[in-house]
Nanobody, 126 residues
């Protein structure tokens, strides 16, 4: 089992930056990819970014447009999501996810991921 705990969310102003953290514990060593998804009110959960724990390879959703950066702290088993120039459209619950290991499913697809955090609210005021 893997446990994921998100932190760093909150209420911010448009144009601000925010860094979300996802601390992983348990049997995380077998996981290949960790990712961030988000779900806005009344919308489907959507992919934001993913990172390979082995190679550091990153994958981003098209809407990111350079404003989001996913990174990791290897020894702390923590993945970060830095969001710059926040807009009200970024308001959502942000979820951290991890897979169990190798999968043929794309790193951007939610079905790849077996473990999910409880989510953290990010609210951007205009």
């Amino acid at each position: 089992q893997v446990q994921l705990v998100e932190s760093g969310g909150g209420l911010v102003q448009a144009g601000d930056s925010l860094r979300l953290s996802c601390a992983a514990s348990g049997q995380i060593s077998s996981s290949l990819f960790m990712a961030w998804f988000r779900q806005a009110p009344g919308k489907e959960r959507e992919f934001v970014a993913a990172l390979s724990r082995r190679s550091g390879y990153t994958d981003y959703a098209d809407f990111v447009k350079g404003r989001f950066t996913i990174s990791r702290h290897v020894t702390k088993n923590t993945v970060y999501l830095l969001i710059n120039n926040l807009t009200p459209e970024d308001t959502a619950v942000y979820y951290c996810a991890a897979d169990k290991g190798y999968s043929s499913i794309s790193s951007s697809h939610r079905n790849r991921y077996d473990y999910w955090g409880q989510g953290i609210q990010v609210t951007v005021s205009s």
